[in-house]
């Protein structure tokens, strides 16, 4: 019973998405005390060749002196900073610059070999905060009231089939197609059946999470072709059990939502602002909720900038 939200701002100007954000996902809160997570679009200000790192480090003499090793071996840290966390690990954000995308990958495997380090996340166009705790706590943790962007997509997590983590919590992305992320409630039943063709194909794995054979799934036909609503209307085809989940590209956000409808989902559109959540009551902080529209079984939808 996850919470999931998504917001769009029409005019492709920097808002207080961030704010917003936390406001929708508060209201969610009952959904999911687990961990909560949010993907925000548009407000990195990144030069094309630029990517932002934001890497898990246990307490540990010299570790991260280390992981800066490793990755200035590769290429230069432009800029850098710890962030505030909980527990016996922080995290560590770095900006780097890359000649070509497909060199992020690799990059991130190389430094996820050191011992008592993960690479929670590796972006250009969005930021991506997530974390074990409550969404208020998360919020001022990071200082998410204060990001800016043109959108976002957002969870509360009530975990049933993996770890309460840091790394677990959603957002989940792949590095297939860059800048695509995924916040997803429900269920794929059909998981290993989905899991391993694209396995066969090349795609890595880093969890027994669904969510994360959810995001390999869109980014494997975005990749081959597809354009998002195609592989959005596939993957309602192709996937058993109840879910609904929300895709965030650099472009906007994309909807599913099983055949059956098992799962929750309303959203509301303004002349500024389209709006969805699996509440009302977390459309409320952000639009006019007088013209909130169900999402139907089986509906996908492609809203973009």
């Not at 996850?2 to 508060?26: F, P, S």
């Not at 919020?139 to 089939?161: L, M, N, Q």
């Not at 880093?206 to 354009?227: M, P, Q, R, S």
């Amino acid at each position: 019973m996850c919470g999931i939200a998504g917001i769009v701002y029409k005019d492709k100007k920097l808002h207080n998405i961030g704010n917003d954000m936390t406001n929708m996902l508060h209201q969610l809160q009952h959904r999911g005390p687990d961990s909560a997570g949010y993907s925000i679009y548009g407000g990195t200000g990144l030069e094309e060749d630029e990517y932002i790192l934001k890497i898990q480090v246990k307490e540990s003499d010299k570790l991260l002196e280390k992981v800066k090793d490793t990755i200035n071996f590769i290429t230069p840290i432009k800029q850098d900073a710890i962030l505030p966390s909980v527990g016996d690990s922080f995290i560590y954000k770095c900006k780097i610059s890359l000649g070509r995308f497909c060199e992020l990958k690799p990059l991130i495997t190389k430094v996820d070999t050191i011992d008592d380090v993960i690479v929670i996340n590796g972006s250009h166009d969005f930021e991506m905060i997530k974390d074990v705790g409550s969404v208020l706590d998360i919020a001022d943790r990071y200082d998410v009231r204060s990001v800016k962007g043109t959108h976002a997509i957002g969870h509360t997590r009530f975990s049933t089939e993996s770890g309460v983590d840091r790394y677990h919590a959603h957002p989940f992305q792949t590095y297939i197609v860059r800048d695509i992320s995924v916040v997803h409630n429900g269920q794929i039943t059909n998981y290993w059946k989905v899991r391993d063709p694209l396995e066969r194909k090349g795609h890595t794995f880093e969890t027994f999470n669904d969510t994360e054979c959810l995001v390999h799934y869109i980014a494997d036909k975005l990749d081959t072709g597809y354009t998002l609503e195609e592989a959005l209307e596939q993957s309602v085809e192709d996937m058993d059990g109840p879910f609904s989940y929300i895709i965030g590209t650099p472009q906007g956000i994309g909807i599913a939502k099983d055949k059956l409808g098992l799962r929750p989902g309303v959203m509301a559109e303004t002349d500024d602002v389209f709006a969805i959540a699996s509440e009302e009551v977390s459309l409320r902080e952000v639009v006019d909720t007088h013209n909130v529209e169900q999402i139907s079984p089986g509906e996908v939808m492609v809203y973009e900038i």
